[in-house]
C-alpha cells in the first residue's frame, strides 16, 4: 500500500504539470497564421464549374430474337435447298409433340447414359432442371428434331426446318454433346 503523502505529492506534481503546459500554450502570437489568412483572402476567388447535363437512358429493345443466333453454323439453304427440291420433308402437324419440343435445342443438356439389359436411353436435362429419358425415335427442340443415333457421349438430332420458301422444308443434322457436371 503507498502511504498518503506519495499521493498527494504526485497530485501535486500532475497539477504543477498541467498548469506549466497550459501556461505554455497560452501565447497570443498568431502573426503567422494572420498572414497565411490575408494571403488566402487576398486571391482572387475561383470559379466553379457548373455540374455537366447527362442525356437520359434510353433502353435499346432487340428485335432480333426469332433470328438465328449469331453463333449457330448458318444453314446453306439454298444449297439444300436444290439438293432437296423434289423431296417431300416436312413436319408431321398431326404428331403429338412430346414434352422435350417445349425447348429450344441449345437449352438441353445431355447428363448421361443409361444401360438395362438390351434398352439404352440417353439422359437429358430441361432448362427447369428435370432429367429425361430419350432414345431414338424421340422428339426433341422446337424444331421438329427426331434423335436418329445416340452415342456414348452425343445424341444426334435431324431437325426440320423452313427453307426459306412458304412450303420448303430442309432437314438439319445437329448433335448434343455429353456436358461435364
Given at each position: ?21 497550459i501556461?505554455?500554450c497560452?501565447?497570443?502570437d ?12 487576398a486571391?482572387?476567388g ?10 437520359a ?30 423431296s417431300?420433308?416436312?413436319p408431321?402437324?398431326?404428331?403429338p ?62 431437325e426440320?426446318v ?20
Amino acid at each position: 500500500m503507498v502511504p498518503d503523502f506519495t499521493l498527494s505529492w504526485l497530485r501535486r506534481g500532475l497539477t504543477g504539470l498541467a498548469l506549466l503546459l497550459i501556461v505554455g500554450c497560452s501565447g497570443n502570437d498568431m502573426s503567422d497564421l494572420d498572414a497565411f489568412m490575408a494571403e488566402k483572402r487576398a486571391r482572387p476567388g475561383g470559379v466553379i464549374e457548373p455540374i455537366p447535363t447527362f442525356t437520359a437512358y434510353e433502353a435499346f429493345a432487340y428485335a432480333a430474337t426469332a433470328q438465328r443466333a449469331p453463333f449457330d453454323r448458318p444453314v446453306e439453304v439454298r444449297q439444300v435447298a436444290r439438293l432437296n427440291a423434289r423431296s417431300t420433308i416436312k413436319p408431321d402437324p398431326n404428331r403429338p409433340r412430346e414434352f422435350l419440343e417445349q425447348f429450344t435445342l441449345d437449352s438441353l443438356q445431355m447428363v448421361g447414359r443409361l444401360e438395362r439389359g438390351e434398352s439404352d436411353w440417353t439422359l437429358i436435362r430441361d432448362p427447369q432442371g428435370g432429367i429425361h429419358r430419350v432414345r431414338p425415335g424421340n422428339f426433341l427442340g422446337r424444331d421438329h428434331g427426331k434423335i436418329t443415333d445416340m452415342g456414348e457421349v452425343f445424341i444426334a438430332v435431324v431437325e426440320i426446318v423452313s427453307d426459306g420458301t412458304s412450303e420448303g422444308w430442309v432437314e438439319r443434322p445437329r448433335t448434343i454433346e455429353l456436358t461435364a457436371p
